[in-house]
């Protein structure tokens, strides 16, 4: 283990904690994580990492060693009261969009092994059992109270990370507000071994007038994890609920054989955003922040991408290479993005929730029918793969971003090329760094060597402007891969003004 005093304390380790950990680690920032929990999770209800998460992982080489741990889903079937209506497949569904066009299934406590280990490389280890019984943030640093088998321990950081769930004791004892509310139903979750319909690597949704259920196969053929929608009529018995009192839409409808339960947990959904994701030198990330329904697989997903927009900023800040105000844009950038999510995956989950005429017709005949004629059209995959996979996702409206050339606008997720061989991710780093398609001017280059900042010249080829990038653009990419800034005739202009105005020392 590192003996480095930490500049960071990083209070839940889950996915979202173990990024921050990780891609601060790889920026050479000091860290300690911790968890109130004595032993690692065995189970979770996160299924699905998307395009741009495993695009992120990338920076660190942590995909391979993702991808080897869980599958790609082939398909998803969509069934009525236990009767196949449609299957819709997925593979390759977003091909010429990102290097992976296609749904990853990994099991949460899967992923986190993977990231724990990653970490560990870097002399970190995860402290169990260990509590954050208080902080008081002093302007300068924040000394936290820790406490563990009863013993506590009094040090001090530069900032602390909340990214202790829902529940978070960081956001409680901020007093920060975390308005929303909590829908009537319950779902419950379960990993079992047997038999059936939904063994089959794909994932398979059973719609019915009352109820709702997932099936994800696992790699396996006799591993699942079932998904499944708890009535509000049995919601205030949910805490002495058994996988015998739901399994009813398993085992009669979707025809599975259940030889062995290994877990069987029950949860609320909530849809919540909190007031603020930082105050002084303290930050809200993941469910800390905010919380949805699980529509789209996206709450997991989106805590990375909190965590990694922050590591950058917290890094920038900690080597003086930017003003403290650059941790402002994180929430300025991350909570617009919780807002919309919430709001649209409310609108989902209601639909498929709701009950009455209109809304069996829809689950039972609409979205089995329109839905596989729908996905042949490639303006809505396209769509629908983007939204998803958050490779739409852009900062176009925040205080980070100056420029734009064509269709591309600084605030984009870098556009996704692979021309004559040459792939443009595989230069991304967690760093600075300037690109441009075809030829850079004198200036711009030397403008890189003053700057120390990585230039990479693509030789122009009319198959970019199909991406959207501009000939002899300069495109400047903040270090999580998003456009800091464009000039279309490749001057430097556009980059001094916006290194100049937003607080930025040096950028390397």
């Known amino acids: 283990m590192s003996?480095?005093?930490?500049?960071?304390?990083?209070?839940?380790?889950?996915?979202?904690?173990?990024?921050?950990?990780?891609?601060?680690?790889?920026?050479?920032?000091?860290?300690?994580?911790?968890?109130?929990?004595?032993?690692?999770?065995?189970?979770?209800?996160?299924?699905?990492?998307?395009?741009?998460?495993?695009?992120?992982?990338?920076?660190?080489?942590?995909?391979?060693?993702?991808?080897?741990?869980?599958?790609?889903?082939?398909?998803?079937?969509?069934?009525?009261?236990?009767?196949?209506?449609?299957?819709?497949?997925?593979?390759?569904?977003?091909?010429?969009?990102?290097?992976?066009?296609?749904?990853?299934?990994?099991?949460?406590?899967?992923?986190?092994?993977?990231?724990?280990?990653?970490?560990?490389?870097?002399?970190?280890?995860?402290?169990?059992?260990?509590?954050?019984?208080?902080?008081?943030?002093?302007?300068?640093?924040?000394?936290?109270?820790?406490?563990?088998?009863?013993?506590?321990?009094?040090?001090?950081?530069?900032?602390?990370?909340?990214?202790?769930?829902?529940?978070?004791?960081?956001?409680?004892?901020?007093?920060?507000?975390?308005?929303?509310?909590?829908?009537?139903?319950?779902?419950?979750?379960?990993?079992?071994?047997?038999?059936?319909?939904?063994?089959?690597?794909?994932?398979?949704?059973?719609?019915?007038?009352?109820?709702?259920?997932?099936?994800?196969?696992?790699?396996?053929?006799?591993?699942?994890?079932?998904?499944?929608?708890?009535?509000?009529?049995?919601?205030k018995d949910l805490d002495s609920l058994t996988f015998d009192d739901v399994s009813h839409i398993a085992m009669n409808e979707m025809k599975v054989n259940v030889e062995k339960v290994n877990w069987f947990s029950t949860y609320h959904v909530h849809h919540r955003v909190a007031d603020r994701f930082r105050q002084g030198r303290v930050f809200l990330v993941g469910d800390a922040a905010h919380v949805h329904s699980p529509v789209g697989g996206q709450g997991m997903n989106t805590g990375i991408s909190d965590a990694i927009n922050l590591a950058w900023k917290l890094a920038a800040v900690l080597k003086n290479r930017a003003d403290d105000s650059l941790l402002d844009s994180y929430e300025v950038e991350r909570r617009a993005f919780a807002l919309t999510l919430v709001a649209t995956t409310d609108q989902a989950f209601t639909a498929i929730t709701s009950e009455g005429l209109i809304a069996n017709t829809i689950r039972g005949w609409v979205v089995p029918y329109i839905a596989p004629i729908a996905m042949r059209i490639p303006l809505v995959t396209t769509r629908l793969f983007n939204t998803i996979s958050q490779t739409m996702l852009n900062y176009r409206a925040g205080p980070l971003a100056e420029g734009s050339a064509g269709s591309v606008h600084a605030g984009d997720r870098l556009p996704w090329a692979v021309v004559n061989g040459v792939d443009n991710f595989s230069v991304l780093t967690i760093k600075w760094q300037v690109h441009v398609y075809g030829t850079a001017t004198d200036d711009l280059v030397d403008w890189c060597k003053k700057k120390d900042i990585p230039l990479h010249v693509f030789e122009w080829d009319p198959e970019y402007q199909k991406t959207g990038l501009t000939r002899d653009a300069a495109y400047l990419l903040r270090p999580d891969t998003y456009i800091g800034a464009i000039d279309p005739t490749g001057s430097v202009e556009t980059f001094e003004k916006f290194i100049s105005s937003r607080g930025f020392p040096k950028l390397s």
């Open 3 to 235: 003996t480095t005093k930490p500049q960071i304390l990083i209070t839940g380790a889950g996915p979202t904690g173990l990024v921050l950990a990780l891609w601060l680690s790889a920026q050479n920032i000091p860290v300690r994580i911790i968890d109130k929990s004595p032993f690692t999770s065995t189970t979770s209800r996160a299924m699905v990492v998307h395009a741009r998460v495993l695009e992120l992982y990338q920076q660190l080489g942590l995909t391979e060693a993702i991808l080897k741990a869980g599958h790609v889903a082939p398909a998803t079937n969509l069934w009525y009261s236990g009767v196949h209506k449609a299957r819709v497949p997925l593979k390759d569904i977003g091909t010429g969009k990102t290097p992976y066009p296609f749904v990853f299934i990994l099991p949460q406590d899967r992923h986190e092994r993977v990231l724990e280990e990653r970490l560990k490389e870097f002399g970190v280890e995860v402290e169990r059992g260990v509590e954050l019984a208080s902080f008081v943030d002093e302007g300068e640093k924040v000394d936290v109270t820790l406490r563990k088998d009863g013993k506590e321990e009094v040090c001090e950081v530069d900032y602390v990370a909340g990214c202790d769930g829902g529940r978070s004791s960081v956001r409680h004892a901020l007093g920060v507000k975390f308005e929303g509310g909590t829908y009537p139903h319950a779902f419950f979750v379960a990993d079992v071994e047997g038999s059936g319909q939904g063994f089959n690597f794909e994932v398979n949704i059973n719609l019915s007038a009352t109820d709702f259920m997932l099936v994800f196969g696992l790699d396996d053929m006799r591993h699942a994890r079932l998904v499944g929608f708890i009535s509000s009529e049995r919601v």
